[in-house]
């Protein structure tokens, strides 16, 4: 077995010979970039990894890796994926979704793939519009968002993927930012890692229909104050050190280090803590900073595992059959 970060070929290799066709500027292109850096180094053939996307500007992903892909159905990526591990379990697999792909039409399908546990990736790129089809407001759009299918202002009130996917039972949930190529490779390298399925929620700016959604998390001015990096076994820290978060019970405050507070009184973050990481997803207003990183991880058994367990075992009591003798057998009923 090939170690991890033994690189079997190239990043340039990893990059398809397709024009890429995102609007100039597009934070797409920066997860591409990182994505073909990382894949070299995970000790995974080519031909063993897999691209599956459904439906929007995401969804091109599949054209522009020199891997296997299927650009597939509107939401549908989730079931297609699901089929092909049960299949070839030993594929590589990595779902490439939007929020309106992954969210709208095809939420019923991700969270029965999260609550299966399948082993393998899931990428949603989070840009809170729908940018394919010219800058509608998307499931993760805030209340109030101005766009040419909400003219008035969206009475919807958004999604939040990662509550989402932790109201799931997913057993990996993470967030990373575009323009942060560092920390996106990092969570890409430790995704892989996990066995079953992880769920990545990659914040993604869309400079034509939602520019500048997520300045607040990328800008170098304004990042430190707005801003959690989730490290295992180290306390929320911000602005530079000198803020932090405790837990009074279960509810969580801001503290200032500056006024008698130490690092001894902080939260400390452990990405095995269910509660914990579903109090972190809800960190979603002004009044508290954006965790990135690890939320929450667990060991669970993988669904693709399970069920051939459970067809060797019916085999095991039945015995080998074909279908020729399914169908020529005894077993049938005569309806008068």
């Known amino acids: 077995m090939t170690e991890p970060n033994s ?24 997860i591409l970039k990182q994505m073909q850096s990382v894949i070299p180094g995970l ?3 080519r031909e063993d990894i897999v691209f599956i996307s459904g439906i929007g500007c ?18 549908r990526a989730p079931a297609v994926a699901s089929g092909l591990k049960m299949v070839n379990p030993n594929l590589s697999v990595w779902v490439i ?8 039409i095809g939420g019923n399908h991700l969270i029965h793939l999260l609550r299966r546990n399948v082993n393998l990736n899931v990428l949603l790129f989070n840009n809170e519009i729908y940018g394919l089809t010219k800058g ?12 040419k299918s909400s003219p008035m202002g969206s009475l919807d009130h958004p999604f939040n993927p990662l509550a989402l996917a932790l109201g799931a039972d997913a057993t990996f949930v993470a967030r990373t930012i575009d323009r942060d190529p560092v920390h996106l490779r990092g969570v890409l390298e430790t995704s892989n890692l996990h066995k079953g399925t992880s769920f990545i929620e990659i914040y993604q700016n869309c400079n034509v229909f939602n ?3 997520f300045l607040s998390y990328s800008d170098k001015k304004q990042k430190g104050q707005h801003i959690i990096l989730l490290e295992e076994g180290k306390p929320l820290l911000f602005d530079e050190g000198n803020k932090g978060i405790r837990l009074n019970g279960l509810k969580p405050e ?8 130490s690092a001894n009184d902080l939260w400390i973050h452990d990405s095995r803590d269910a509660t914990k990481a579903y109090i972190l997803s809800r960190f979603f207003d002004d009044n508290f900073p954006r965790p990135f990183g690890v939320f929450y991880q667990e060991d669970r058994p993988c669904y693709e595992e399970q069920l051939i367990a459970q067809i060797n075992h019916a085999k095991e009591i039945q015995g080998e059959t074909d279908l020729d003798d399914l169908l020529r057998g005894k077993r049938s009923w005569t309806v008068d």
């Open 7 to 30: 690189a079997l070929f190239t990043a340039k290799e990893a990059a398809s010979d397709q024009e890429v066709r995102w609007c100039p500027g597009c934070g797409d292109y920066s």
């Open 43 to 45: 000790g995974i053939k």
């Open 58 to 75: 995401s969804s091109r992903f599949p054209y522009y890796m020199n891997t296997y892909g299927m650009h597939s159905i509107h939401g």
């Open 97 to 104: 979704t939007g929020d309106g792909d992954g969210l709208s």
């Open 136 to 147: 509608q407001y998307s499931p993760t759009s805030e209340m109030g968002k101005r766009t």
């Open 211 to 213: 520019d500048g959604a």
């Open 254 to 261: 801001i503290v200032n280090l500056e006024e008698g507070f």
